[in-house]
T-cell receptor, first 110, second 118 residues
Framework: GQQLNQSPQSMFIQEGEDVSMNCTSS?????WLWYKQDPGEGPVLLIA?????ELTSNGRLTAQFGITRKDSFLNISASIPSDVGIYFC??????????FGGGTRLMVKP | GAVVSQHPSWVICKSGTSVKIECRSL??????MFWYRQFPKQSLMLMAT?????????EQGVEKDKFLINHASLTLSTLTVTSAHPEDSSFYIC??????????????FGPGTRLTVL
């Protein structure tokens, strides 16, 4: 079946830093989505991308749907403490089913 | 966005007992509901997809007789973990969508249910 490789698996951030994470797939998707999950909560949609090449922003977040339809990235600019959490990419091909990436855990540098 | 609730938010049960988890769409009619399982530090894994009024479709490796899914109305789906064992301890998350078409319709996620089996 389809698999999504998400990297990095985890990263430490310092307040004010920009953050970048990406997902790659062995096959194409028609929709790419980025979610954030806080501990003990369900995932919350951050950005949805519907077209190859699409670049979409949501506040300090920017995501792009790769032109090959097999990858996507998410950037967070000027990170703040509440950005800490787990970020998941997800891809949709057909039938409303989503395939999730392994997640990127964002932590604050001590 | 649309609101999806889950009940209970956490449950602790003894091994061998059955546990029922409810998923409700509060302000829209959910044609399709999905059940996911998430183990610690892992991603969400789809267990099954259910359409209102029909039998659920289970993912490979998910026992349909162990994880009973009922989607009797457009606002409620239930997942019953039968004869639960410690290895069933996990975070169960449902999501709901108001379409079952080919193109993507947003899934709205519930807050999750933490199941601990002793």
């Amino acid at each position: 079946g389809q698999q999504l490789n998400q990297s990095p698996q985890s990263m430490f951030i310092q307040e004010g830093e920009d953050v970048s994470m990406n997902c790659t797939s062995s096959s194409i998707f028609n929709t790419w989505l980025w979610y954030k999950q806080d501990p003990g909560e369900g995932p919350v949609l951050l950005i949805a991308l519907y077209k190859a090449g699409e670049l979409t922003s949501n506040g300090r977040l920017t995501a792009q749907f790769g032109i090959t339809r097999k990858d996507s990235f998410l950037n967070i600019s000027a990170s703040i403490p509440s950005d800490v959490g787990i970020y998941f990419c997800a891809g949709h091909y057909a039938g409303n089913m989503l395939t999730f990436g392994g997640g990127t855990r964002l932590m604050v540098k001590p | 966005g649309a609101v999806v609730s889950q009940h209970p938010s956490w449950v602790i049960c003894k091994s061998g007992t059955s546990v029922k988890i409810e998923c409700r769409s509060l302000d829209f009619q959910a044609t399709t509901m999905f059940w996911y399982r998430q183990f610690p530090k892992q991603s969400l894994m789809l267990m099954a997809t259910s359409n209102e009024g029909s039998k659920a479709t289970y993912e490979q490796g998910v026992e349909k007789d162990k994880f009973l899914i009922n989607h009797a109305s457009l606002t409620l789906s239930t997942l019953t973990v039968t004869s639960a064992h410690p290895e069933d301890s996990s975070f169960y998350i449902c999501s709901a969508s108001d379409s079952s078409g080919v193109s993507y319709n947003e899934q709205f996620f519930g807050p999750g249910t933490r199941l601990t089996v002793l």
